[in-house]
């Protein structure tokens, strides 16, 4: 071996050599959860499993209870690779990809069946190739469940927040759905929102059950209206180069130490019931809708679909078409 052949070899020796102690160091995994909820039990399960199947071999720094920031924060992090994978809102990954703001479209949805069934057979694959130019890898997804209607006052027609004073995300599902009611849109964070409504500048918002309890609004807010109306979910996404420097083998074990999107369904809505069913123990009024409630939310809801994807742009139609080929599958499953 002469030397230029020698010094060649050498090079991509201690080439392989940093990428093998590279791949090895523990991802970082951003999230933001609280202590004994749901998404808490979600990544322990992901770690555990991890060290399990790596037999021990690999590893994962947790930072799952907010440690990294604001969710935008942690986005902005991911995607330069200073965290490695997390579970990040629709409404964040919007950021990246606009068109996501389709899966938040009022009343786009009739079950968490159905809502279930479009996302992991349908969009997991079709969405993973503009994950992937966004240097972002699409796993899996993890549901936060129905978005739904909070108020200092009792809500059960769609008249009743006409003129009030509603906080909503900068979000422009959400947005065009409040005004389309004829409500007074507030944006501001949500730790502002309890002093906001003890002082009168909010009079109610839209919240998931599991933030709902989580951020105790339910210390000041005392009907909860199941209105059902947008379906909220966050991706389990990865950064590319992170991902593309692992072995096959350790992608796989990090990939199957995901816990499956049903599992953790499951685990939101027993853990969603167990809060309803205890609601009047805190003095929380929950209204159910009938169908005849539910149908006149629903007409506002769908009227805004054709203005939402104007609004978004790009590939927002092509998106939604895709969600309704899905649907109409999802309905044609069982005939």
Known sequence: MNFCTAFIALT???????????????????????????????????????????????????????EAGPEETQ???????????????????????????????????????????????????????????????????????????????????????RGRKMRVSADDSALLFMAALGADVIQIPLSDVIPGMQTGLVEGGEQSIQIFALAGLDSVARNFALTHHSYSTAGVVANKDWWDGLSEQDQSVYRRSVPGAGWYRRVVQDRNAQYLERAGDVGLKVLRLSGEQHASWQSIGLDIHSELIMKIGGDAAALYDEIMTAKKAFAERDQ
Not at 24 to 29: F, G, M, S
Not at 32 to 37: K, L, N, W
Not at 43 to 57: A, M, T
């Open 75 to 161: 986005f902005a992090g991911l995607r330069r690779n200073r965290l490695q994978m997390g579970g990040i809102s629709t409404g964040t990954l919007g950021l990246a990809l606009p068109e996501l703001a389709v899966l938040r479209a009022p009343y786009l949805f009739e079950s968490i069946e159905e809502a279930s069934y479009v996302l992991d057979e349908y969009l997991l694959d079709s969405l993973s190739q503009r994950f992937a130019e966004k240097n972002l890898v699409l796993l899996s997804w993890m549901m936060d469940g129905w978005m739904d209607l909070y108020a200092t006052f009792r809500i059960g027609l769609t008249t009743d927040v």
């Open 12 to 66: 991509v020796a201690i080439h392989s050599s940093l990428v093998s102690v590279a791949s090895a160091e523990p991802p970082k995994v951003a999230g933001f959860a609280a202590p004994g909820t749901a998404g808490e039990v979600y990544w322990q399960k992901f770690y555990d499993s991890v060290v399990e199947l790596g037999e021990g071999r690999l590893d994962a720094t947790l930072m799952v209870l907010g």
